[in-house]
C-alpha cells in the first residue's frame, strides 16, 4: 500500500499457518489496518477498529391495586308450568349468577343457598327435597370482555336444596377452589323440582317459596 512499508512486528499466531502482520508507516508507527495471509489460499481479510457497543439497565414496574369479590343475583326463579297427569313429573328453572371476582387473591369463592319448603296458599306442601341440581347441571362461562378462569368446583352432585318452614343452614350448590373463578363469570345452576304422581293441585293455582342466595370468598 502506497506510504507503507511491509515490515512485520513479529506476531504470529500460533498453532496455525496464520500469520498476522501489521504494516508500519514510513514514521515507524504502526498502522491501524493490519492484514491476514491465511497460508497457502492467499487470502487478505482486513480488521478495522470499532467503538465497544454501549448498554443501559432500565428498571420497569406496574401498580396494581386488589378489587372486590361481587356477585349480581336474579330476585327470581320462574319454572315451567306444569298440569297434572297422574304420573311423577319435574319442572326445572334456571338462575344466571354473574360472579366478579376482582380481589386478584386466588383464594375462591362459594355460592350457598337455603329455602322455604314449597306451600301452596292452603296447606299443601312439597317434599323438603324436592329441589335438586343434577349432575352436570351448572354451566360457568366468562363473561363477555374477560379472559376468567371458571370455577373448579368440588361440589357433588346431585345437590339437593334444603328446605324447612324456616329456611335451614345454606349448603355449597357452587364453587370455585383456589386459584379458579378469576374474573367475571356467570354460573348458572339447573334447578328441578320433582312432582310426584300425589301432588295436590295448588290453591291459588301455585307453591312458593323463598330462597335465599349468598356468595362468599374462600372454597
Known amino acids: ?85 297422574g304420573q311423577d313429573q319435574a319442572t326445572t328453572g334456571t338462575l344466571a349468577i354473574d360472579v366478579k371476582d376482582a380481589s386478584g387473591s386466588g383464594s375462591g369463592w362459594k355460592l350457598q343457598a337455603t329455602s322455604t319448603t314449597f306451600k301452596d296458599a292452603g296447606t299443601h306442601t312439597l317434599a323438603t327435597s324436592a329441589t335438586t341440581i343434577a349432575t352436570s347441571s351448572v354451566t360457568d362461562s366468562c363473561d363477555t370482555g374477560a379472559t376468567c378462569s371458571t370455577g373448579d368446583t368440588n361440589v357433588s352432585y346431585p345437590y339437593t336444596l334444603p328446605a324447612a318452614t324456616t329456611a335451614p343452614t345454606a349448603t355449597t350448590f357452587y364453587n370455585a377452589q383456589a386459584n379458579s373463578g378469576m374474573g367475571n363469570q356467570t354460573v348458572t345452576p339447573t334447578f328441578t323440582v320433582a312432582l310426584p304422581a300425589t301432588t295436590y293441585a295448588p290453591a291459588g293455582g301455585s307453591y312458593t317459596s323463598t330462597w335465599t342466595i349468598t356468595y362468599a370468598a374462600g372454597p
Not at 68 to 78: D, E, K, N, Q
Open 1 to 85: 500500500m502506497p506510504g507503507l512499508d511491509n515490515e512485520s512486528d513479529g506476531t504470529e499466531m500460533k498453532g496455525t499457518p496464520t500469520k498476522l502482520v501489521c504494516l508500519r508507516r514510513p514514521s515507524g508507527r504502526v498502522s491501524r489496518r493490519c492484514s491476514v495471509a491465511l497460508g497457502a489460499f492467499g487470502v487478505a481479510v482486513y480488521l478495522l477498529s470499532a467503538a465497544a457497543p454501549g448498554s443501559a439497565t432500565v428498571a420497569a414496574s406496574v401498580g396494581i391495586s386488589a378489587g372486590t369479590l361481587t356477585a349480581t343475583i336474579p330476585g327470581s326463579v320462574g319454572f315451567t308450568g306444569v298440569t297434572l297427569n
